[in-house]
């Protein structure tokens, strides 16, 4: 709440439109999700490249592992924990509320850096989704569209295309307008203007 309320207002937005499509009474596709992994191999990409969903995700990690693409590079950084701080990713709900003014950041986890690659790695997440019947289209004047989704729908057709099973190569990801698609979210980057990528070295 505070996060999109903060968000809401250093857009010029309403700061009470956003925390308003999540409200806790109401129901949505909001997920928590409390992970393990042992010890891998080097070259093991535990959680392949993708972006979230939702609007926010609160992320608690003690080890290293979670790593982002750079905006329109393929230079991956290491997003550094540092507890008791949560780490803040925005996803496609988002973008799509900002009419893509805001960049749901491209990430991954591969094995943690130095020292904690002997470590299992444990990973607390909250995935913040809107509240289901809310239209996923830009909050800014005159850019509501005609087609817009619901939040519920999004997130049916982001997990069905996703799905393993449906997975024929980057054009099964494209369809699903996700942002794991690179050109997609160079498209959706080249539209910041003075951000900066927040990352950091091991
Ligand atoms: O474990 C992490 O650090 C991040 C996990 C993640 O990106 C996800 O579950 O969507
Ligand atoms: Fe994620």
Request: with cysteine; proline share 7%; hydrophobic share 35%.
């Amino acid at each position: 709440m505070a996060v999109s309320k903060a968000l809401s207002k250093e857009l010029g937005l309403d700061p009470d439109i956003i925390p308003r499509f999540h409200q806790t009474d109401k129901t949505s596709g909001d997920t928590a999700r409390v992970t393990y992994a042992p010890p891998v191999p080097s070259d093991t990409i535990a959680l392949e490249e993708h972006c979230d969903f939702g609007s926010v995700t609160v992320i608690f990690n003690q080890l290293g592992g979670l790593q982002v693409l750079e905006p329109n590079t393929r230079d991956w950084k290491y997003v550094r924990p540092q507890p008791p701080d949560a780490i803040i990713n925005l996803g496609d709900a988002m973008v799509k509320f900002t009419g893509d003014r805001l960049y749901a950041g491209v990430h991954r986890v591969v094995r943690p850096p130095g020292d904690q690659t002997r470590m299992p790695r444990h990973s607390v997440g909250h995935f913040c989704r809107p509240n289901s019947d809310v239209k996923l289209q830009s909050l800014f004047e005159g850019e509501a569209e005609d087609n817009a989704m619901m939040a519920d729908e999004w997130i049916a057709h982001r997990t069905r295309n996703r799905a393993t099973a449906n997975y024929k190569g980057p054009e099964t990801v494209h369809a699903s307008r996700g942002m794991e698609h690179f050109a997609e979210a160079e498209r959706r980057s080249s539209k910041l203007e003075g951000s900066e990528t927040v990352s950091a070295a091991p």
